[in-house]
């Protein structure tokens, strides 16, 4: 896929570093705090970017300084940002994440501009989505809009990939047609189903759920065991390679951003072991953005995969 529209959330990043997470009632002492962009959408923006893929993106942000940093950074990249809107009078959005000495993170957002994307914002810019190979989206933009991009992208015969994020029950089944690859982890993959999750004969038959109402493909990651393709009639697991994790801010956003950007309609295993290892690799650093891989790391990752 050589451009690819991105529809969805920009964040600024609160990172908390902490021993072990807040239990409910407690209060604990943070151990440091960095401030990043990222959301869902910008990170996998950002990372597509980094790929060298042509990629746009649609979006919102506030008429405030986390709004001009959000989109500078994802120029830095390449993104084509002229599709994400500033938004007067309206915060742009903010997540705060807490992290613990495992690297796994918890995490609050408040949606602000990200809320404010809609059916005719998409409409607004359909240009980008008439020019697109692919449309990724995730669940941090408004439902409506989701549900329309997807339907538009259809139409237009585009590659539809959903990152349900964070998961809902019962997503409409006219939203699940559109779909020709899911990308749930097994949390989200029990919300989406209300099926358990707990073993790999599980999340197969909850795939299987999913595409039993119209999604084509579910590609379900499984934290560090890796990530289960299950089709109609196959299922197989890639595992990841191991690594020392520090957090994983991230790392499922540049996952999906790698499957896409190496996928060419026909090869998603191999898109997979692909974004395993940089996905592996964003789990070893810091940070959303700032700890996807750099051009010429992504160049020797490319180049090995060949």
């Given at each position: 896929m050589q451009n690819i529209l991105v529809?969805?959330?920009?964040?600024?990043?609160?990172?908390?570093?902490?021993?072990?997470?807040?239990?409910?009632g407690e209060t604990i002492l943070g151990e440091g705090l960095t401030l990043s962009p990222g959301g869902k959408g910008g990170n996998q923006a950002f990372t597509l970017g980094r790929f060298g893929r042509t990629v746009a993106m649609i979006g919102a942000v506030?008429?405030?300084?986390?709004g001009r940093m959000l989109t500078a950074n994802l120029e830095k990249a390449g993104v084509d940002t002229g599709a994400i809107e500033r938004l007067p009078g309206v915060p742009s959005g903010q997540a705060f994440i807490h992290i613990n000495e495992k690297g796994e993170n918890s995490i609050t957002v408040?949606?602000?501009?990200?809320a404010q994307v809609s059916p005719a914002m998409i409409d607004r810019h359909m240009d980008?989505?008439?020019?697109?190979?692919?449309?990724?989206?995730?669940?941090?933009?408004?439902l409506s809009a989701v549900c329309h991009a997807a339907a538009k992208a259809k139409e237009l015969h585009k590659t539809v990939v959903l990152d349900p994020a964070p998961a809902v029950p019962d997503l409409p089944e006219e939203l699940l047609r559109q779909v020709d690859i899911c990308k749930p982890n097994e949390t989200?993959?029990?919300?989406?189903?209300?099926?358990?999750?707990?073993?790999?004969?599980?999340?197969?038959?909850?795939a299987r759920a999913l595409i039993r109402k119209g999604v084509r493909q579910v590609t379900a990651s499984l934290g560090g065991r890796g990530v289960m393709l299950v089709t109609e009639n196959?299922?197989?697991?890639?595992?990841?390679?191991?690594?020392t994790v520090?957090?994983?801010?991230?790392?499922?956003?540049?996952?999906?951003?790698?499957?896409?950007?190496?996928?060419?309609g026909d090869n998603l295993p191999r898109s997979l072991r692909f974004a395993n290892r940089v996905a592996s690799l964003v789990c070893t650093r810091p940070g959303?953005?700032?700890?996807?891989?750099?051009?010429?790391?992504i160049r020797a990752l490319m180049q090995e995969e060949a």
């Open positions: 529809i969805g959330s920009l964040n600024l990043d609160y990172a908390i570093r902490v021993k072990d997470m807040p239990l409910p506030g008429d405030d300084a986390s408040i949606p602000g501009a990200n980008r989505l008439q020019a697109c190979d692919a449309v990724v989206m995730q669940l941090e933009v408004p989200e993959l029990h919300i989406l189903t209300a099926m358990p999750t707990d073993t790999d004969e599980q999340v197969i038959a909850a196959d299922a197989h697991l890639f595992a990841p390679p191991p690594v520090v957090d994983s801010t991230a790392a499922g956003d540049s996952f999906t951003a790698a499957m896409v950007a190496m996928y060419d959303a953005q700032s700890s996807i891989p750099d051009e010429e790391e």
